[in-house]
């Protein structure tokens, strides 16, 4: 056997899909090699018998028409390895000792377009990205019939390669914004991507960074969205879902399917985002304040009120607060990782026990129980599930400062927040730009 044909074979000794099948094309001997797996190797055999038999023009057109009219291309072994891994096929010739490259009839492993999973839509397309890039982009060029429209695709990973996708207009998108991550995509090209964590440390995000640098999103309408304000879309062969990058404030009230409704609709809907995004950071530290700290602004009947549903809790508020919002955010996790068909049961009915047992056993008190669920609603309120992790996350900042400052620390923490925000920067974008309208990053 050919040297060239055993190191590929050794390569794959360990792949029982891994596979070397003798053809006979147009007369001439040659072997077809790739993954059982990811090629379609009898319909590709067929289509590839009924053309040659059809067929009566010269070798080299039947060759191109055979496989799908792509050209083959000369290749050696180590590029012959990485593109079987890529799902193609490679055809050797033992006659020539030339391995060509060709498109197979791949193996149907996706999931057809469905509706998004983890968004919802009330009016308008229900459409989402599944795992296939090349898919993915094709519905992003059926919603932007643009010249415009500018896709550059690069091969990243040392030893598990995967594709990744840049997506932009490149009349409205930010050059400079493009020419960092290109240049960090060139600059990273041998590390592997297996998570986000991945990808943000490709991009050179540090790696205690709060912020995410992108929005990540599974419906077409806001990557269109985000592409007519100039941002870039990153799709990541594997990952149903678009990056739009770079991601801002105003983007965790702001969604592009609230267009779909009237102006002064839309307007109350993202001021009630913006609302409960302030709820979920002030209520639980204003409870610690008022109760622990600062008693003495609230009025007689109210402080007596509060006083008498605390009545034998023998924790001080701050403790008290911690282990509701411990035990609400197990209750998220919870609600997340179980199954579709029992999870919501489950966390209801945890949730009504468990809040019902630690009021009974004058553990916590009752106000404390409506502050807790108010601000769990509210944090649901925000756009993007990694916006409203910031906010779970960040409220403890500001119980921390309300514990030891009273109402001023409430202040503190806000001030120390807004702060943080206005300090970062996406790609040299501030974090806390507002939106620009059509052709600016924002």
């Not at 067929?55 to 057109?61: A, C, K, P, T």
């Not at 502050?371 to 921390?400: C, D, P």
């Amino acid at each position: 056997m050919n040297s060239i044909i055993v190191e590929i074979n050794e390569a794959f000794k360990d792949a029982e899909d891994f596979f070397i099948e003798p053809f006979s094309l147009d007369g001439e001997a040659v072997l077809l090699l790739g993954l059982h797996s990811i090629v379609n190797l009898i319909k590709t055999k067929e289509i590839l018998k009924k053309d040659m038999d059809t067929s009566e023009v010269n070798h080299s057109i039947k060759v191109k028409r055979t496989f799908f009219n792509r050209k083959g291309v000369e290749i050696n072994s180590e590029e012959a390895i990485e593109s079987i891994l890529q799902g193609k096929l490679i055809v050797y010739s033992k006659e020539k000792n030339i391995m060509l490259l060709f498109e197979p009839l791949p193996k149907e492993l996706n999931r057809s377009i469905q509706p998004p999973a983890n968004e919802n839509v009330l009016q308008g397309p229900l459409d989402s990205f599944i795992e296939d890039m090349s898919t993915n982009i094709g519905i992003v060029r059926k919603k932007v019939s643009s010249a415009h429209l500018s896709v550059k695709t690069y091969t990243v990973g040392s030893d598990q390669k995967k594709k990744l996708s840049i997506v932009y207009l490149d009349d409205r998108a930010d050059k400079g914004v493009i020419k960092k991550i290109i240049s960090h995509i060139e600059m990273n090209q041998h590390t592997n991507i297996l998570y986000l964590q991945d990808l943000c440390r490709f991009m050179g995000v540090r790696k205690w960074e709060v912020i995410p640098q992108y929005n990540n999103t599974e419906m077409p309408l806001e990557a269109v969205d985000g592409l007519n304000k100039g941002r870039v879309i990153i799709f990541v062969d594997g990952f149903p879902f678009a990056l739009i990058l770079p991601h801002l404030l105003w983007d965790m009230f702001a969604q592009a399917n609230d267009r779909n409704y009237a102006y002064p609709i839309m307007s109350a809907i993202r001021f009630l985002r913006v609302v409960g995004a302030l709820i979920t950071l002030i209520f639980p530290a204003l409870y610690v304040a008022l109760v622990a700290v600062n008693p003495e602004i609230l009025k007689i009947e109210l402080a007596l009120s509060i006083a008498q549903s605390r009545e034998g809790i023998p924790y001080p508020p701050f403790v008290e607060i911690t282990i509701m919002l411990l035990i609400l955010e197990l209750i998220i996790e919870a609600s997340i990782r179980l199954p579709l068909s029992i999870g919501p049961t489950v966390t209801m009915v945890g949730g009504i026990v468990i809040g019902q047992a630690v009021v009974d056993a004058k553990l916590v008190s009752n106000l404390l129980i409506i502050i807790v669920a108010a601000t769990s609603i509210a944090n649901s309120s925000v756009v993007g599930f990694q916006n409203a992790l910031i906010l779970r996350l960040l409220k403890y900042v500001v119980v921390i400062f309300a514990s030891i400052y009273g109402v001023l620390g409430i202040l503190s923490g806000l001030v120390f927040i807004s702060a943080y925000f206005a300090s970062r920067e996406i790609f040299g974008i501030p974090y806390t730009s507002l939106t620009k309208g059509r052709g600016g990053i924002g």
